[in-house]
């Protein structure tokens, strides 16, 4: 067991997998064989061509999950200073893909768990939720392995997801929820004609316009108590109109709304439908939604990790619903969740790195987590 207690050679074992999503190249088993050396019961959950993991110890009592991902992202065509998957340490840093975004986060967990376990930790139950398809469609990872938690009465009480938390110091941020976020295409119907008959014609490009310009004519709201105004960018605008005389049959656009706890995905696409119409009779709509809004607000779990954080840096974390979207957000239909793990600078980022000490600063975090929400 003393063997896990430095997060290092773990996170140096992961980043060798060179686990670029959708491939796997041998970091679950990596992380497999640490947990089952840990005394935890692993069970390998493959959907398509995604490996995930999900692993437990323990029994009755109080049961914290960590959650987390060991797919990447591709290392890109810029020069890297170290081999994007060698694992080196150099002046006290740890370079390689995965070492920010989560890899180290993962082993950061292993070392917490490894020294909780050691101290004498008997209470209640430890468990993994580890997927590698966060990087990517996100559909044959988290989702499907929650599944098969509920059907299986695996459900924790309180989630823990290690993304990369922290923009300056680790522990200067909490993620307690996320925005939502929806995508929709647009594709708005005219009748083709000559630019020099415009009456003859019925020109969609110009009743896109209108719609679009009625739907970012103000914010979509004023934000909420624990989140920032939701916002509607246009992403893209088509017509594919090679001709300089003609009036358009159709033309198209992209837009993602990233919401608030004001909103869900399907208000938001009724309110752009209904803006639509009043500009055009003929159009389609189509929305996809890749998470809605969550948020776990402050009370008893979230202040178990706060004072963890405080115990450990000395700083007060700021509770924040900000960025991207992360596997929180399907987590969040089953039990509270929050996020936290190491600063953020370099993930996905040429060099990703992060300092030994950084890490090792998480694992004792992590570790007193554990031992606060299992006493």
Request: glycine share 12%; proline share 5%; net charge negative.
């Amino acid at each position: 067991m003393s063997d896990f207690f430095d997060p290092l050679p773990l996170a140096q074992s992961l980043i060798r997998c060179a686990s670029v999503t959708p491939s796997d190249a041998g970091a679950q088993r990596v992380l497999a064989d640490a947990l089952e050396t840990l005394g935890f019961t692993v069970h390998r959950l493959r959907y398509g061509e995604i490996e995930n993991l999900f692993a437990r110890r323990g029994g009755d009592g109080p049961h914290i999950c960590f959650a987390g991902h060991t797919d990447v992202v591709p290392v890109g065509a810029a020069n890297w200073r170290a081999d994007p998957f060698g694992g080196e340490v150099r002046d006290g840093v740890l370079y390689g893909r995965g070492a920010c975004d989560m890899k180290g986060a993962i082993a950061a967990f292993v070392a917490g768990a490894a020294q909780h376990l050691a101290a004498g930790g008997g209470k209640g139950s430890i468990s993994f939720l580890i997927t590698g398809d966060e990087e990517g469609p996100a559909v044959d990872g988290t989702v499907k392995v929650l599944e098969w938690m509920r059907a299986n009465d695996q459900v924790p009480d309180f989630c823990l997801v290690g993304e990369p938390t922290c923009p300056v110091r680790l522990g200067d941020m909490v993620k307690i929820g996320r925005r939502g976020s929806v995508n929709m295409q647009i594709e708005v119907h005219g009748k083709q004609g000559h630019v020099a008959y415009p009456r003859r014609a019925d020109n969609p490009v110009h009743r896109l316009i209108e719609a679009l310009t009625a739907l970012t004519a103000a914010p979509v709201d004023a934000g909420t108590e624990w989140f920032e105004p939701s916002t509607l960018q246009v992403t893209s605008i088509d017509v594919g109109n090679t001709a300089t005389n003609v009036i358009p049959a159709s033309a198209r656009a992209a837009l993602n709304i990233r919401f608030n706890d004001g909103h869900s995905g399907a208000s938001l696409t009724e309110w752009v439908r209904a803006t639509l119409a009043r500009y055009a009779e003929r159009f389609d709509l189509t929305a996809s939604i890749s998470g809605e809004s969550f948020v776990t607000k402050p009370g008893p779990l979230v202040d178990i990790l706060r004072s963890a954080i405080r115990g450990a840096t000395g700083i007060d974390p700021k509770l924040d619903t900000g960025g991207g979207t992360s596997d929180a957000r399907f987590i969040a239909n089953y039990c509270p969740v929050a996020e936290f793990g190491l600063v953020g600078a370099t993930m996905h980022q040429v060099d990703e790195c992060v300092p030994v000490a950084e890490l090792r600063g998480l694992a004792t975090i992590y570790r007193d987590v554990i031992a606060a929400f299992l006493a």
